[in-house]
Protein backbone atom coordinates (compact mmCIF):
# COMPACT_ATOMS: atom_id res chain seq x y z
CA UNK A 1 0.00 0.00 0.00
CA UNK A 2 1.43 3.24 -0.76
CA UNK A 3 2.49 5.53 2.21
CA UNK A 4 1.66 9.38 2.00
CA UNK A 5 4.74 10.14 1.06
CA UNK A 6 4.67 8.18 -2.38
CA UNK A 7 0.94 9.70 -4.15
CA UNK A 8 0.63 12.28 -6.67
CA UNK A 9 -2.54 13.71 -5.85
CA UNK A 10 -4.88 14.94 -8.87
CA UNK A 11 -7.25 18.02 -8.46
CA UNK A 12 -8.62 20.25 -11.04
CA UNK A 13 -6.62 19.70 -13.93
CA UNK A 14 -3.91 20.37 -11.12
CA UNK A 15 -0.78 18.32 -10.02
CA UNK A 16 -0.27 18.42 -5.82
CA UNK A 17 2.96 16.25 -5.69
CA UNK A 18 4.38 15.31 -1.82
CA UNK A 19 8.09 15.29 -1.03
CA UNK A 20 8.39 11.89 -2.47
CA UNK A 21 6.99 12.05 -5.38
CA UNK A 22 9.04 15.63 -6.35
CA UNK A 23 12.45 13.81 -5.69
CA UNK A 24 11.47 10.42 -7.76
CA UNK A 25 10.69 13.20 -10.15
CA UNK A 26 13.46 14.85 -9.60
CA UNK A 27 15.69 11.26 -10.08
CA UNK A 28 13.89 10.59 -13.30
CA UNK A 29 14.77 14.45 -14.67
CA UNK A 30 18.22 13.64 -14.11
CA UNK A 31 18.58 9.60 -15.64
CA UNK A 32 16.43 10.86 -18.68
CA UNK A 33 18.61 13.77 -19.69
CA UNK A 34 22.29 12.31 -18.33
CA UNK A 35 24.83 11.55 -20.98
CA UNK A 36 24.00 8.01 -20.20
CA UNK A 37 20.63 7.86 -21.21
CA UNK A 38 20.46 5.76 -24.33
CA UNK A 39 19.30 8.43 -27.27
CA UNK A 40 23.27 8.74 -28.72
CA UNK A 41 23.44 12.38 -27.87
CA UNK A 42 27.78 12.40 -27.98
CA UNK A 43 27.27 11.66 -31.55
CA UNK A 44 26.07 14.78 -32.40
CA UNK A 45 27.73 18.63 -32.46
CA UNK A 46 24.64 20.43 -33.61
CA UNK A 47 26.92 22.02 -36.28
CA UNK A 48 29.51 23.16 -33.76
CA UNK A 49 32.38 20.59 -35.56
CA UNK A 50 31.71 22.24 -38.77
CA UNK A 51 32.33 25.76 -36.36
CA UNK A 52 35.24 24.72 -34.68
CA UNK A 53 36.88 23.38 -38.06
CA UNK A 54 36.22 26.79 -39.79
CA UNK A 55 37.53 29.07 -37.07
CA UNK A 56 34.04 29.86 -35.98
CA UNK A 57 34.45 28.67 -32.47
CA UNK A 58 37.97 28.32 -31.88
CA UNK A 59 38.69 29.69 -27.83
CA UNK A 60 35.93 30.01 -24.71
CA UNK A 61 34.96 33.58 -25.85
CA UNK A 62 33.62 32.74 -29.38
CA UNK A 63 32.00 29.23 -27.82
CA UNK A 64 29.75 31.07 -25.48
CA UNK A 65 28.86 33.54 -28.16
CA UNK A 66 27.84 30.77 -30.67
CA UNK A 67 26.67 28.79 -27.96
CA UNK A 68 24.44 31.73 -26.43
CA UNK A 69 23.24 32.34 -29.99
CA UNK A 70 22.24 28.71 -30.77
CA UNK A 71 20.24 28.86 -27.72
CA UNK A 72 18.52 32.31 -27.75
CA UNK A 73 17.96 32.67 -31.78
CA UNK A 74 18.40 29.21 -32.42
CA UNK A 75 17.29 25.60 -31.39
CA UNK A 76 16.86 25.72 -28.00
CA UNK A 77 14.39 28.14 -27.81
CA UNK A 78 12.16 26.14 -30.49
CA UNK A 79 12.71 22.49 -28.39
CA UNK A 80 11.66 24.18 -24.93
CA UNK A 81 8.65 26.11 -26.66
CA UNK A 82 7.60 22.37 -28.31
CA UNK A 83 8.37 20.34 -25.51
CA UNK A 84 6.12 22.24 -23.27
CA UNK A 85 3.61 22.02 -25.80
CA UNK A 86 3.60 18.18 -26.15
CA UNK A 87 4.05 18.00 -22.45
CA UNK A 88 0.50 20.02 -22.23
CA UNK A 89 -1.10 17.95 -25.11
CA UNK A 90 0.11 14.61 -23.08
CA UNK A 91 -1.07 15.66 -19.25
CA UNK A 92 -4.34 15.99 -21.71
CA UNK A 93 -4.18 13.13 -23.24
CA UNK A 94 -4.16 14.69 -26.31
CA UNK A 95 -2.75 12.32 -29.12
CA UNK A 96 -3.84 14.40 -32.10
CA UNK A 97 -2.34 17.32 -31.21
CA UNK A 98 1.05 15.58 -30.09
CA UNK A 99 0.84 13.95 -33.88
CA UNK A 100 0.64 17.82 -34.91
CA UNK A 101 3.52 19.27 -32.94
CA UNK A 102 5.50 16.37 -33.94
CA UNK A 103 4.91 17.04 -37.23
CA UNK A 104 5.70 20.92 -36.94
CA UNK A 105 9.08 20.01 -34.91
CA UNK A 106 10.66 17.35 -37.73
CA UNK A 107 9.59 20.30 -40.41
CA UNK A 108 11.45 22.73 -38.73
CA UNK A 109 14.84 20.73 -38.94
CA UNK A 110 17.15 22.75 -41.82
CA UNK A 111 19.35 20.23 -42.86
CA UNK A 112 19.32 16.32 -43.08
CA UNK A 113 22.01 16.22 -40.60
CA UNK A 114 19.27 18.02 -37.86
CA UNK A 115 16.56 16.01 -38.75
CA UNK A 116 18.74 13.33 -38.00
CA UNK A 117 19.92 14.37 -34.68
CA UNK A 118 16.41 15.02 -33.27
CA UNK A 119 14.73 12.29 -35.05
CA UNK A 120 17.22 9.65 -33.74
CA UNK A 121 17.49 11.12 -30.51
CA UNK A 122 13.61 11.33 -30.60
CA UNK A 123 13.24 8.07 -31.32
CA UNK A 124 15.58 6.37 -28.89
CA UNK A 125 14.35 8.58 -26.06
CA UNK A 126 10.48 7.39 -26.25
CA UNK A 127 11.97 3.55 -26.56
CA UNK A 128 13.70 3.60 -23.50
CA UNK A 129 11.69 5.17 -21.53
CA UNK A 130 8.74 3.07 -22.75
CA UNK A 131 10.96 -0.26 -21.43
CA UNK A 132 12.25 1.57 -18.16
CA UNK A 133 9.54 3.68 -17.22
CA UNK A 134 6.34 2.37 -18.94
CA UNK A 135 2.54 3.87 -17.87
CA UNK A 136 -0.48 3.53 -19.64
CA UNK A 137 -1.29 7.57 -20.51
CA UNK A 138 2.84 7.62 -22.39
CA UNK A 139 1.91 3.85 -24.02
CA UNK A 140 -1.51 5.65 -25.84
CA UNK A 141 0.68 8.34 -26.95
CA UNK A 142 3.50 6.53 -28.67
CA UNK A 143 1.23 4.54 -30.51
CA UNK A 144 -0.01 7.50 -32.43
CA UNK A 145 4.12 8.21 -32.79
CA UNK A 146 5.53 4.94 -34.67
CA UNK A 147 7.75 6.80 -36.71
CA UNK A 148 10.39 9.79 -36.32
CA UNK A 149 9.50 11.61 -33.20
CA UNK A 150 11.26 14.86 -32.48
CA UNK A 151 13.49 14.98 -29.47
CA UNK A 152 11.76 17.67 -27.20
CA UNK A 153 8.34 16.37 -28.20
CA UNK A 154 9.29 13.03 -26.70
CA UNK A 155 11.00 14.62 -23.75
CA UNK A 156 7.67 16.54 -22.88
CA UNK A 157 5.42 13.88 -23.69
CA UNK A 158 7.09 11.56 -21.61
CA UNK A 159 7.09 14.36 -18.78
CA UNK A 160 3.39 14.83 -19.14
CA UNK A 161 2.16 11.25 -19.19
CA UNK A 162 3.95 10.68 -16.06
CA UNK A 163 2.29 13.95 -14.64
CA UNK A 164 5.92 15.49 -14.04
CA UNK A 165 5.71 19.34 -13.35
CA UNK A 166 6.78 21.31 -16.55
CA UNK A 167 8.94 24.37 -15.41
CA UNK A 168 11.96 22.23 -14.36
CA UNK A 169 11.54 19.64 -17.23
CA UNK A 170 12.47 22.83 -19.24
CA UNK A 171 15.29 23.95 -17.47
CA UNK A 172 16.93 20.81 -17.03
CA UNK A 173 16.15 20.34 -21.02
CA UNK A 174 17.67 23.56 -21.64
CA UNK A 175 21.35 22.25 -19.36
CA UNK A 176 21.63 19.50 -20.85
CA UNK A 177 21.76 21.06 -24.15
CA UNK A 178 24.23 22.73 -23.58
CA UNK A 179 26.07 20.68 -21.85
CA UNK A 180 26.00 18.46 -24.56
CA UNK A 181 27.26 20.68 -27.07
CA UNK A 182 30.37 22.05 -24.34
CA UNK A 183 31.10 18.24 -24.16
CA UNK A 184 31.34 18.19 -28.45
CA UNK A 185 33.06 21.41 -27.94
CA UNK A 186 35.79 19.93 -25.13
CA UNK A 187 36.16 16.73 -28.00
CA UNK A 188 36.34 19.29 -31.04
CA UNK A 189 39.14 20.54 -28.97
CA UNK A 190 39.01 24.62 -28.91
CA UNK A 191 38.45 24.48 -25.13
CA UNK A 192 39.48 22.65 -21.94
CA UNK A 193 37.60 21.19 -19.15
CA UNK A 194 37.99 24.09 -16.86
CA UNK A 195 36.83 26.71 -20.03
CA UNK A 196 33.59 24.66 -20.91
CA UNK A 197 32.38 25.05 -17.30
CA UNK A 198 33.21 28.52 -17.33
CA UNK A 199 31.06 28.69 -20.02
CA UNK A 200 27.95 26.62 -18.82
CA UNK A 201 28.05 28.68 -15.75
CA UNK A 202 27.83 31.45 -17.41
CA UNK A 203 25.10 30.40 -19.83
CA UNK A 204 22.85 29.02 -16.92
CA UNK A 205 20.94 32.22 -16.34
CA UNK A 206 19.84 32.15 -19.90
CA UNK A 207 18.96 29.25 -19.68
CA UNK A 208 16.51 29.98 -17.26
CA UNK A 209 15.24 32.92 -18.38
CA UNK A 210 14.29 30.97 -22.07
CA UNK A 211 12.41 28.03 -19.95
CA UNK A 212 10.55 30.53 -17.98
CA UNK A 213 9.58 32.41 -21.30
CA UNK A 214 8.69 28.80 -22.63
CA UNK A 215 6.03 28.10 -20.40
CA UNK A 216 3.66 31.23 -21.85
CA UNK A 217 4.57 30.86 -25.46
CA UNK A 218 2.67 29.41 -27.98
CA UNK A 219 3.51 27.65 -31.55
CA UNK A 220 3.42 31.13 -33.52
CA UNK A 221 6.04 32.10 -31.23
CA UNK A 222 8.39 29.73 -33.08
CA UNK A 223 11.71 30.71 -34.97
CA UNK A 224 14.71 30.94 -35.34
CA UNK A 225 18.00 32.84 -36.72
CA UNK A 226 20.90 30.65 -36.81
CA UNK A 227 21.59 31.00 -40.47
CA UNK A 228 25.48 30.16 -40.71
CA UNK A 229 24.90 27.13 -38.18
CA UNK A 230 22.38 25.86 -41.17
CA UNK A 231 24.65 26.79 -43.93
CA UNK A 232 27.44 24.81 -42.08
CA UNK A 233 25.02 21.89 -41.20
CA UNK A 234 24.83 21.43 -44.52
CA UNK A 235 28.52 21.53 -45.13
CA UNK A 236 29.21 19.37 -42.53
CA UNK A 237 27.93 16.16 -44.73
CA UNK A 238 30.79 16.76 -46.53
CA UNK A 239 33.80 17.41 -44.19
CA UNK A 240 36.78 15.93 -44.94
CA UNK A 241 37.39 15.04 -41.13
CA UNK A 242 34.70 14.69 -38.84
CA UNK A 243 33.39 12.53 -35.59
CA UNK A 244 30.41 14.12 -35.15
CA UNK A 245 27.06 13.10 -37.30
CA UNK A 246 26.21 16.90 -37.36
Not at 154 to 168: D, E, R, T
Request: aromatic share 6%.
Amino acid sequence: MPTPTDTITRMAGTITTTPMAENLDALRLMAWLSPGYPVGAYAYSHGLEWAAETGDVRDEASLAAWLADVCAHGALRNDLILAAQAHRAASSRGAETIIAINDLALALAPSRELHLETSQQGRSFLDATLCAWPCEALTGLAEKLPGAVAYPVAVGAAAGAHGMALPPLLAAYGLAFVQNLVSAALRAAPVGQAAGTRVIAALTPRIVRLAEAALDADLDSIGSATFRLDLGSFRHETQYSRIFRS
